[in-house]
């Protein structure tokens, strides 16, 4: 079985306080079971040198592992500075918003509509 784990990034949690505890959270997820990471970029626009490291930590830590890293929900700006470093050819990037076609499967819907998980 496949699990799709998405997490929600924002700007605190790549903050450098919080950042040790997320990657910690991260790195449960992928002894837990996860084998496909879906980073959701909706609550970022840009990123700063900091957030940027975070993101190639988890990228690290991702592809250490068997796991694999998806990428949706990129705005504009961060899609860029990802195609100036290099980091889109990395991981794949869902395609934008308006294209993508809602996550359905029988786990999501016993869930109530929960998009987090699906096998």
Do not use: W, Y
Not at 19 to 43: A, N, T
Not at 53 to 71: F, G, Q, T, W
């Amino acid at each position: 079985m496949r699990v799709i784990i998405k997490i929600v990034l924002s700007h605190e949690i790549l903050q450098t306080s919080q950042f040790p505890h997320f990657h910690k959270e991260i790195e449960r997820l992928i002894e837990s079971g996860g084998k496909i990471l879906m980073l959701d970029f909706s609550k970022i626009n840009f990123l700063n040198n900091s957030e940027l490291m975070a993101v190639v930590a988890i990228v690290k830590l991702v592809r250490d592992s068997s796991c694999i890293l998806l990428i949706s929900a990129m705005s504009e700006q961060v899609r860029i500075l990802f195609e100036l470093t290099g980091l889109e050819q990395i991981f794949q990037c869902l395609p934008p918003v308006e294209h993508e076609v809602p996550l359905k499967s029988e786990l999501t819907d016993h869930l109530g509509g929960l998009h987090s998980l699906a096998s």
